[in-house]
């Protein structure tokens, strides 16, 4: 019954940025983690950031100071704001929920692309 909408995605040059969005929608009680994920044709799926019930946030070590992810709980959604953007960052992101029962959910991904 949850589904995650992602949204954001787009071209944009070296060192601009993007925001962005993931939407959840359905029965949703108690959330464990909240995160962002990303991953290149002929790589594994990468964790980029994450932020727990607590509000406590870890981030990859590739984008340390450039990403910040944060929620909005009275609306469901959650962002990721990157800045100074490399090549290197092209990727489909994708937006995950874990909910308390460990149940995980995905969104279909919206593609990020880099220019130099």
């Known amino acids: 019954q949850v589904q995650l909408v992602e949204s954001g995605g787009g071209l944009v040059q070296a060192g601009g940025s993007l925001r962005l969005s993931c939407a959840a929608s359905g029965t949703i009680f108690s959330i464990s983690a909240v995160a962002w994920y990303r991953q290149a044709p002929g790589k594994e799926r990468e964790l980029v950031a994450s932020?727990?019930?607590?509000?406590?946030?870890n981030y990859a070590d590739s984008v340390k100071g450039r990403f910040t992810i944060s929620r909005d709980n009275g609306k469901s959604t959650m962002t990721l704001q990157m800045n100074s953007l490399k090549p290197e960052d092209t990727d489909v992101y994708y937006c995950s929920l874990r909910l308390s029962t460990a149940m995980n959910y995905w969104g279909k991904g919206t593609l990020v692309t880099v220019s130099s």
């Open positions: 932020i727990s019930r607590d509000g406590s946030t």
